[in-house]
């Protein structure tokens, strides 16, 4: 089913919102385009206040530190490429929290490497702080941390960062606000009859070929390809992806009142790509073992609190998944869980507030949120 992009960005109840270098740096000057910072700022905080929570992925930092630390233009060795990130982005941030300010939304830096996103410990401790900054008031600007990320082991554009920021996050869509509108069916600087395709059902090998060639655009590091390469994991993780401009004042609203775009719909539903996930794992690391009343929460959608634990089998870390049963030993479901095996041997039974009290610290209430739960199917 094709919705609206006012229904699609209506029923939403967290969005990632990528922006791209081009869109961001002053050609004249090299510096934050303020206006631009501005812009963008108001449209993020028009969306918080109808209760969109709104994480925002921000490129700009090496375009910045280039001109600060004087360096010349084209292709940067990754030694210099590294020491513009670090110079830019104090200066990406500045001009963030300055343009957030006056909307009562501290900027909240988080720089994040591809080790962080693949690794599923670390992949918990960046959800738990963004879900955390969200809470509290604060607008995360997420950049990847170039300073220290390999060539080896990068992602080279936050388009596909975007992705997996928006995968981990657990949000509903992903906007991709760039120099252009969306995806042509013809390149639309060499073809003025070129069409915008408006709406794209699945990413065939079509599809990508419209893409072009990667990283054409003078100030960022993306393209099209990337944009593609980025609507791709979304669509696994059953998030839609929504391709527009991003130069004109308020981008955001533009965007809902209909101007030109394009949605990458998505394959599966978030809830079903999450279970999908959670239930394929070949050899859960150990057993958590459950009294009659965790299993009756678990079976309404609840979450585990370790007041349910009865015995801990196994060893395992944080982020590992594990095979949760009833008191007579029959499986129930599998799960993600948010402490390691002693951990949870520790607090097995208390409730939720002696928690911190034996560990000198908690992790949320939850043994395992019920978004990383899935119930094993029953005869």
Known sequence: MNHTISELIGGARRAVVKIGSSLLIDTQSGGPDTA???????????????????????????????????????????????????????????????????????????????????????WLNARATLDALLA????????????????????????????????????????????????????????????????????????????????????????????????????????????????????????????????FAPETTRATARQNWIAGAVAPRGTLYLDDGAVAALRTGKSLLPAGIVRVDGEFARGETVALAGPDGMPLAKGISAYGADELRRIAGLRSAAVERVLGYRRGAAAIHANDLVLEERA
């Open 136 to 263: 509290a008031g604060a607008q995360p600007v997420i950049n990847e941390n170039d300073t220290v990320a390999t060539a080896e082991l990068r992602y080279g554009d936050n388009d596909r960062l975007a992705a997996r920021v928006a995968q981990m996050c657990d949000a509903d869509i992903l906007v991709l606000l760039s120099d252009v509108d969306g995806l042509y069916d013809a390149d639309p600087g060499r073809s003025p009859g070129a069409r915008l395709i408006a709406h794209v059902s699945a990413i065939t090998p079509e599809i990508e070929a419209l893409g072009g060639e990667p990283g054409k655009a003078g100030t960022g590091t993306g393209g099209m390809v990337s944009k593609i390469a980025a609507a791709r994991i979304a669509a696994r993780a059953g998030i839609a992806t929504i391709i527009a401009a991003g130069a004109q004042d308020d981008p955001l609203g533009r965007l809902e009142r209909g101007a030109p775009h394009t949605v």
């Open 36 to 122: 631009r910072f501005e812009a963008i700022a108001a449209a993020l905080a028009s969306w918080r206040k109808r209760g969109l929570d709104t994480v925002l992925v921000s490129s700009g930092a090496v375009a910045l530190g280039r001109g600060r630390l004087n360096l010349p233009t084209g292709k940067l060795p990754l030694d210099q490429k590294q020491a513009a990130a670090a110079a830019g982005q104090t200066a990406l941030m500045v001009a963030w929290d300055r343009a957030l300010q006056p909307h009562g939304l501290p900027a909240a830096q988080a720089l994040l490497t591809f080790d962080d996103m693949e690794s599923r410990r670390r």
